[in-house]
């Protein structure tokens, strides 16, 4: 006897946890499943951008994260062995009204938070310290025998299958599915740890430029604080702990190491590896089984936010119909998602190359490079990371597509006529929509309902039904734009003026039509 759900997700961390969140909010029956019994209880992320913190905001969670679970910060300084300033950025590259660019976070408490989320659907179910034997795929379904405490077998199956269960992952090998490995391959020593004293430290992000002891350190939630150490050579055979008790001693004579509790020391080798395809048939990885990267641009357990985000809404789809447009959306995932991962790996591998240089005559003209770098405005750098780190190819009816497309929508705070301002995610919900001015010839074609119009007015009070923005009617104008149509996961789908709305809708309706139930 098998039970039947609509999508088993395998590994309760943050990516899996966040699938389960968004299947539950649109009512698909989900078992996730998870190995361990209870969350692990140290810090291991410590970054979240904007775009994650936006997931959480559209899954009802960010409120009572930001309470006690994520702390922005400003500069991002790299510095000499001395403290002495080289570079500094402030990341400002977020689009979103009152949502900083950069975040620290306590993981654990995230994870919570995800898994309160979750619990409160009916339809979702989960098993804790549970394991998985004998994966069968058939053509429009997945089969596993589950192990729950070592003790009890239970038979499930799914439509869909989705692989959240690490860098490790057990259903990739299962699968044979191979890695791309990048080559960038360091080994670095962790410390973690709380402070119980009363001075005040650099709430800086830095990265210690030192040839002879690249050195990172997070001011991070609460109380925690963490430095990681790059291994040399000539340390690389020490073990853990005699390497954290040397590393814990350099500390001591920057920071009063008394009043800090040391909570985890651990080893780390940082890989750049990528998998060489995200899907076989039913089964789907997300998250650290798709893809591992160093920590430098504090980019790797976004990244699998960002998975569930971009797959979720297309699972939904796939799980109340099956067609050749749906196989195509399907595979969009890997296509619109691995491009993108795969920059985000080069570049975190090209930073911590610069960052770990231990060649003195190098640091000299590196060092210099980065003063330089210093005076520079960096209004280019986070145009560049919008663009290049941020954007997905999306494939849409447009041979010419609008440089707007793939990116993502921004969020302003909105006004509605009722005297309610709220975010524009918030408005959007888990729709299409199209944004669009009111006094543009532009009528609301949506026969079956596919699409949400949202019309943006000049004045409020003659609005019943639109939404008043001086941000988006400035952002319309400088992109040239009448209207713009936005996927459920808010990235620009397509971007256009009146001529070109009649056939741009009509492609549209008629597609999500095709991918939707009847």
Known sequence: MEEVYDVIIAGCGPTGATFANYFGKQNLKVLIFDKEKNIIDYPRAVHIDEDVIRIFQELGLYEAMKEDSIKPFKNYSL????????FQFQPNSSISENIAACNWILQPEIEMHLRNGFAQYPNVEFLKN??????????????????????????????????????????RKKLKIDLHDFGFKKEWLVIDAKYKGNDVFSEDHKQYCDTHQPITYVNGVADHFRWEFMISKKNELLQEDALSEMMISRLSFSFPIQDFEIIRKKKYIFHTLIAKKWRCNTVFLAGDAAHLMPPFLGQGMCSGIKDAKNLSWKIIKACSKSNAKIEELLDSYHKERAPQVGKIIKVAAILGGFIQCSNPVL?????GFLRFLNILP????????????????????SKNNHPM???RIPQPIISLNNNRNVSFDELCGFNWVVLFHSD????????????KYIPLVENIEDSSMGIFSVFF?????????DFVVIRPDKFIFEIGKVKDYDKV????????????SN
């Open 79 to 86: 510095v000499t062995k001395k403290d002495k300033l080289l």
């Open 130 to 171: 549970t394991t998985w034997k004998n994966l069968i795929q058939k053509k429009d379904s997945v089969s596993l025998s589950l192990i729950i405490s070592k003790k009890e077998s239970l038979n499930v199956k799914a439509k869909f299958l989705i692989a959240c269960d690490g860098g490790k992952s057990e259903i």
């Open 363 to 367: 640091g000299i003209f590196r060092n």
């Open 378 to 397: 960096s209004k280019p750098i986070d145009v560049l990371i919008d663009k290049h780190l941020y954007s997905i190819n999306i494939k849409n009816f």
């Open 405 to 407: 497309v793939g990116r």
């Open 440 to 451: 543009c010839n532009i009528r609301a074609f949506n026969p079956l309902g596919r699409l």
């Open 473 to 481: 009617s400035k952002w319309m104008n400088e992109n040239n734009a």
């Open 505 to 516: 809708i009509s492609d549209i309706d008629s597609y999500i039509n095709v991918i939707s």
